[in-house]
T-cell receptor, first 112, second 114 residues
Framework: GNSVTQMEGPVTLSEEAFLTINCTYT??????LFWYVQYPGEGLQLLLK?????DKGSNKGFEATYRKETTSFHLEKGSVQVSDSAVYFC???????????FGSGTRLLVRP | NAGVTQTPKFQVLKTGQSMTLQCAQD?????MSWYRQDPGMGLRLIHY???????DQGEVPNGYNVSRSTTEDFPLRLLSAAPSQTSVYFC?????????????FGQGTRLTVV
């Protein structure tokens, strides 16, 4: 079946450090890929997306590139801020299944 | 602009009790879904609906019922609550599934079954 695997957290970084959160997927076909973010006490909100191979999604300094050859969609940011502390979820959508499937989430803690 | 509204925000139930978690959206979205969020397991899909009158099961549907009589509302029913249903529940909606469009989430309902 379709699934998403994320690196386990928590990830703890100092402010202005470089961030990478790994995400790989398994899917029969060509999914759309997403990163969602959940701030404390809130629901999820879309951070960025990519709908086909080699697309790069970007938003608020975060980037992720859809790599079909490695079935990956790693999230990166060049310089994190304390306000980026949150839980990040990688997700995929398959038109064939009509379901949005999430990874287990990665908690990011950024210290001043 | 309310978006997706879930009620209640918190609930404590005794084992065997029933209740309905409410979800309403004002964006005229066709697709709505329910997830539960458990530590270390991310969000797991319970049920979803592609439009009024149409529902289907997700990954973890046992113990839950849904109906979709209107475009706006998608309630989730627990018929006989069990401690294993202690979780945070999220409702989401989107224009048509999620292939290219954003899914909008409610703020969640934290349910404890004792």
């Amino acid at each position: 079946g379709n699934s998403v695997t994320q690196m386990e957290g928590p990830v703890t970084l100092s402010e202005e450090a470089f961030l990478t959160i790994n995400c790989t997927y398994t899917a029969t076909g060509y999914p759309s890929l997403f990163w969602y973010v959940q701030y404390p006490g809130e629901g999820l909100q879309l951070l960025l997306k990519a709908t086909k191979a080699d697309d790069k999604g970007s938003n608020k300094g975060f980037e992720a590139t859809y790599r079909k050859e490695t079935t990956s969609f790693h999230l990166e940011k060049g310089s994190v801020q304390v306000s980026d502390s949150a839980v990040y979820f990688c997700a995929l959508w398959m038109d064939s299944s009509y379901k949005l499937i999430f990874g287990s989430g990665t908690r990011l803690l950024v210290r001043p | 602009n309310a978006g997706v509204t879930q009620t209640p925000k918190f609930q404590v139930l005794k084992t065997g009790q029933s209740m309905t978690l409410q979800c309403a959206q004002d964006m005229n979205h066709e697709y709505m879904s329910w997830y539960r969020q458990d530590p270390g397991m991310g969000l797991r899909l319970i049920h979803y609906s592609v439009g009024a009158g149409i529902t289907d099961q997700g990954e973890v549907p046992n113990g839950y019922n849904v109906s979709r009589s209107t475009t706006e509302d998608f309630p989730l029913r627990l018929l006989s609550a069990a401690p294993s249903q202690t979780s945070v529940y999220f409702c989401a909606s989107s224009v048509q599934g999620g292939s290219t469009t954003e899914a909008f989430f409610g703020q969640g309902t934290r349910l404890t079954v004792v």
